[in-house]
Structures are given as C-alpha cells and as structure tokens.
C-alpha cells in the first residue's frame, strides 16, 4: 500500500513522481476524489440529445453514465447500473427511451434515475418476490448534478461541487465561448484507446513545448512553431488552460535551424488546400488548446474543431473521445474543409499521431522509476499565464489542482 505522504516529497511543482502513473491505489483515490469529487467533468454536447427521452451513454471518470433529456425539456444524469444486480442498464450510444430497463431482471427506471418496476415484485401465484419493507424509492440510481455552458455537458457526482462559471474562471470562460459562439452541429466521432495512464495525456495537452519538436507535420508546414505570436492561459486553481498562437511569424526561426529538430524537414503536401482556412473567430488565432480539468481538451486547429473527453479505463490505459463539430450555419465550403481538416486530429491524424505513441512510450518506462521523478523547469517553477509558449508551466498547473484535490 502506498503511503500518500511520501508519494510526492516537496511542496512544488517541477518534480513528478513517477508513482502517480502506475499505483492502483493512486488511480482508486483519483476516482474517489477527483471524478467523484468537487470537479465538473464533460459528458457531451447538448445538440447530441435534442428531444425528451433522447439519451446518450458516456463516462464521468471511468464510471458509466446516462446523459438524457427529460420529458420536461431539462437534462438529467444517472449512474449506468442498475441498483438490483449491478449490470449495465443502457446498452446503446444513443438512442430514445420512454424508460430505461435491465435486460438481466427487468428492473426498470424513468428519467430521473427512480425506479419504477420490478418484474414479478408481488411474486408468481402467490409466492416470492420482495418482502413487505421493500420501498421502490429507496433503490433510485445515484444522480449526476448538471451544468451547461455554450452547449457543453458537465456533471458532477458532488452536488455541492461550485457553480461551473466559478470552477472554471472568467478567462476559461471566454475561450470556451470562443469556439462555440452559436448552435453546434456533430460532424463524427472516433474513440481512440491510448495504452498509458490519462493522466500523462492531460499532461501532454497541456505542453505546448513539445508541439514543434515531436509532431513533424506542425514545423513543416508551419502551423505551429514556437516563434509564432501567442500565449499560455493557466486558470487561478492552476487546473484548466488555454495554449493559442497566430499564424503570423513573430522572428525566432533562426532557433529552429539552430536547434535541427526532427519536427523540421522537406516534406510537401500534394494537396495543400487542407492548410486553407478562414478567420471564423475574427481574432487571427490559428490554434487553441483549451483543457478544463480533469477530463475535458477543446481543441481549434484552423477550422478544425473538436471536444476531446479523456476517459480512464484503468492505471494504464485510457480512451480519448474525439467529437468532431461545426455549425449549424455553416456553409457548404466551410462544412468540406472542416472534414478535410479533421484528417489533422485522431489516431492517425497527421499531427495528433505521435501523441498516441509517447505516452506509451513513459508507461513501457516506468518499471524501476520507484522514488524517482520527472522534471518540470521548462518556463520556471511557477503555475500561471506567460506569454511564451516555451513553457510547461500548465502542467505545473495541473499537478497543482491534482494534489489539492488527492491530498498528497
């Protein structure tokens, strides 16, 4: 059993116990206290369920959930477990459901989560079934407590968890509604299994000084390059951020060729319209990464958009939901190149591919790192906004929120 005290030996942010990836006591106090904690975690997009009875399955942490719209138009959360037997009570992804019914006993409940029937709970002829003191109301499914921003789901299992706009700053705020100005539009989904801890993801989507070095595709083609103007956004609770950058080149290339990166080569694109794009945000910004603690990536690259939710599925592994989305407005050129684009982001996209590889990369190393850490300096020791994105002062800031909430 690990001693949560010595887990991490100092009072800063720069050296990462390596324990923190592989413990299974770790991950159990993880799900106890972040994902059923005081933290807001994306379930999915409101247009994903837009008519009463219209529900969707998803997880909040590795815990399954059912997202629905009640019949009174407000959406309600569950538990996805039945109370009698403990099996999964939904099944499909999406679907409509007057009420929702187990197919082991046929233990069935309405939107709300309250049970209301029980197949054969007077008996057969007379004998068995439940006993007198038996009360429907007291077997209800554990509630999830909603919140809704610019048409993202969150929920929480701790219903005195702060009101999301608190929980997520002002500058957090602003950056979501950026990127989901008006009604949204799914335009297709891929899950993506990563043989790693989530937690290394969360980290990697909160660096934005591996970007130019790692992915090939964003030096080559100059979609993104350290040397190009832009920012870090780190929240005041340290666990949520914002990575952004312009198209314009401020200088600083000479860096690059001094550095010979393997992200730098002659490579060419045969069809270079996929690098097009328009200014939809009005603003000049090209890419935004945007992450709400524990488990929620907003991502913009050009007109690519996109909501990550990181799912744990245990100490080393975690599937990432990619949801892909548009507007309702807009036109058919804009709607071809947002597809277009989407060949950036995924398993094999040609930016996001490396990501799935190096996170498995730290998890195939971790044998033998007992007492040891990584280390965190790049930018300073401190978890707030910089102006460079020479930085990982985001990580900083999620391992900041993350030992608040774990207590270690």
Same mark, same amino acid.
């Given at each position: *059993?690990?001693? *949560? ?17 592989? #413990? ?47 019949? #009174? ?62 009360? $429907? ?23 005195? /968890? &702060? ?6 700053? &002002?500058?957090? /705020? ?8 008006? &009604? ?20 990697? /989507? ?27 956004? /780190? ?28 992200? #730098? ?36 690259? $050009? ?36 597809? *277009? ?36 300096? *790049? ?23 993350? $030992? ?5």
């Amino acid at each position: *059993m690990t001693e *949560m005290a010595d887990v991490w030996v100092d009072d800063g942010l720069t050296q990462v116990p390596y324990a923190v990836y592989d #413990d299974a006591e770790i991950y159990a106090r993880e799900r106890a206290r972040l994902f059923q904690g005081p933290t807001w975690n994306v379930l999915g997009l409101e247009c994903e369920i837009p008519e009463p009875g219209d529900y969707k399955t998803t997880h909040l942490g590795d815990i399954p959930v059912v997202l629905v719209r009640g019949r #009174d138009g407000v959406l309600k959360a569950f538990e996805n477990r039945c109370a009698h037997r403990g099996a999964l009570l939904c099944l499909e992804r999406f679907g409509n459901a007057k009420t929702f019914t187990c197919v082991y006993h046929a233990w069935s409940y309405n939107h709300d989560g309250d049970l209301v029937g029980v197949a054969f709970q007077n008996g057969v002829k007379g004998e068995g079934g439940m006993p007198d003191t038996f009360r $429907r109301e007291d077997h209800g499914l554990t509630r999830v407590k909603i919140a809704v921003l610019a048409g993202l789901v969150f929920g929480s299992f701790d219903w005195q /968890v &702060p009101a999301l706009e608190d929980y997520l700053g &002002p500058d957090i /705020v602003a950056r979501i509604h950026r990127v989901l100005p008006r &009604p949204v539009k799914v335009l297709g989904y891929y899950t993506q299994t990563m043989r790693n801890n989530w937690k290394l993801y969360a980290e990697n /989507v909160r660096d934005p000084y591996h970007a130019s070095i790692l992915h090939l595709f964003f030096t080559t083609f100059r979609v993104n390059r350290l040397s190009q103007k832009g920012g870090i956004i /780190v929240s005041e609770n340290g666990g949520h951020h914002v990575s952004y950058s312009k198209l314009e080149q401020s200088g600083g290339d000479q860096d690059y060729d001094a550095a010979k990166l393997r992200a #730098d080569s002659e490579f060419g694109l045969k069809e270079p319209g996929i690098l097009g794009g328009r200014d939809e945000f009005n603003d000049g910004i090209t890419l935004q990464i945007l992450s709400v603690f524990p488990n929620l990536v907003l991502q913009q690259v $050009r007109n690519n958009l996109v909501v990550r939710q990181i799912v744990p599925r245990g100490v080393d592994k975690a599937d990432i939901v990619w949801t892909n989305y548009g507007f309702e407005d807009d036109d058919a050129e804009l709607a071809d190149l947002r597809l *277009m684009q989407a060949n950036f982001i995924g398993p094999a996209g040609y930016i996001s591919m490396e990501d799935g590889a190096v996170g498995n990369f730290i998890q195939r190393a971790l044998p033998g790192t007992a007492g040891e850490t990584s280390v965190v300096l *790049m930018g300073g020791e401190d978890a707030a906004s910089q102006g460079s994105r020479a930085t990982e002062t985001s990580i900083r800031g999620f391992w900041k929120a993350y $030992r608040k909430l774990m207590d270690i």
